[in-house]
């Protein structure tokens, strides 16, 4: 593995020219050309059979409902609303603000 003389950034491998490679850096874009030999730090060597993979899964616990409300309530949650309501511009009409 390559490091970025600049910043110390990971030197990456960006592209071909011939028979080298050129590295770029992660960080500041600088870029350097290697030989095609020293690129072996760069490959993979290989790769994790399907059976060892592990997937995991996460499941959401769902909301809890609230049960639904029936017409009576949501009659008597309006005139509680209505009350309140009228109270706060009769106050306001009277000037008596708390």
Known sequence: M?????CGGLMIPAGREGDNVILRCTR????ETISAKQVTDYTIVGETPKEEHTITTLK???AKRRPAKTLEEWEQEREEYREVL?????????????
């Open 86 to 98: 009228q109270e706060l511009l009769q106050q306001e009409l009277e000037g008596t603000e708390e």
């Open 60 to 62: 959401v616990s769902e």
């Open 28 to 31: 500041c874009g600088y870029t």
């Open 2 to 6: 390559k490091f970025c003389p600049r």
